[in-house]
């Protein structure tokens, strides 16, 4: 994915919210990219992509049970003692014989569970509207955070505390990168609420067990 830089005006007020050189680059890099093909670029029909995995999902299939019918082959099924003599022929010391059929046979169904989670992780009934999602505001966060800890060893150093207020910095801040990838709507508050209310669970998480987060100064 290619580098989405900010206008000259984006960038001068990122700055003044206090968003680093170095974080404003993160953003640029990691996270417009991402967040432009997430809420601009169409997605593909939801039945288009499970059908790709799972007919990878039977091919891989297919391919180990074919192995292993090979590996397991016994004198009653000659063709298969036969077929596997001629792989094992000649392959004394170089990794063509049995033991790399049998890592390919471990490979594949290693893959094939891969596989079987990512069809899981697909939602059942229509896609959601994705500008509610709260996914793209964690990323560009992510990558906020990543920069001012490159620039200052601080990741909350540009003092922006997530919230969903119409007047604070990070709800302007993401306002910004909405409008940076020309999304749809550039004051997502569904999405803004959402990301808010996961980001304040994860500080009450870390403060049941005894980690200090101290909120900035300024929102």
Known sequence: MHRIPFKNYQRDELLALGITSKA???IEIDALPFARRFLVERP????????ELRDLQKTLTDSRSAIER??????????????QALLNAGQEGIAL?????????RSLSTAVELIATAIAQVPPGPL????ADPYP????FNSV??????ESGDPMSHGLWPSASPTSGFRRMIGLCYEAINAKNVDPERALRAYVQKWNALVRHHESLGISTERPRKI
Do not use: M, W
């Open 137 to 140: 505001i964690e990323v560009i």
């Open 128 to 131: 959601r509207h994705r500008l």
């Open 145 to 150: 955070q990543e920069g001012s800890l490159f």
């Open 70 to 83: 090979l590996l397991n082959a016994t004198s009653s099924v000659p063709q298969l003692k036969e077929a």
């Open 97 to 105: 014989g049995r033991l790399d059929l049998n890592a390919t046979s």
């Open 44 to 51: 593909p029909p939801k039945n288009d992509v499970l059908n």
């Open 24 to 26: 404003i680059e993160c």
